[in-house]
């Protein structure tokens, strides 16, 4: 099984900045893409933001230029760096990965979430 436990969300006002955590623990599992989503009040979960083992990495046009992924192989953690935030990116962010295990690809994996609320 994998477990993520996500961390960083909170209350910032707009121009602000944020970082994002997210530590996966897993056994017999290897890590291939990380990356992040979120839910806004009333809306459908999005996709922000992915990187892959080779650390390409991809954007929503949304967030493009403001927001940066990134991850630690050693600690098998995702990052998303948060800058210039806007009230739309509030929200609940939620950590996403998949990988290999026994039985070939296997997730995606969802953390429980993060709110993150960007107001004066």
């Known amino acids: 099984q994998v477990q993520l436990v996500e961390s960083g969300g909170g209350l910032v006002q707009p121009g602000g900045s944020l970082r994002l955590s997210c530590a996966a623990s897993?056994?017999?599992?290897?890590?291939?893409?990380m990356g992040w989503y979120r839910q806004a009040p009333g809306k459908q979960r999005e996709w922000v933001a992915t990187?892959?083992?080779?650390?390409?990495?991809n954007y929503a046009d949304s967030v493009k230029g403001r927001f940066t992924v990134s991850r630690d192989y050693a600690k098998n953690t995702v990052y998303l760096q948060m800058s210039s935030l806007k009230p739309e990116d509030t929200g609940v962010y939620y950590c996403?990965?998949?990988?290999?295990?026994?039985?070939?690809?296997?997730?995606?994996?969802w953390g429980q979430g993060t709110q993150v609320t960007v107001s004066s």
């Open positions: 996403n990965v998949d990988g290999f295990g026994r039985n070939g690809l296997q997730g995606p994996y």
């Open positions: 897993y056994s017999n599992f290897r890590l291939r893409t």
């Open positions: 990187i892959i083992s080779s650390g390409s990495t």
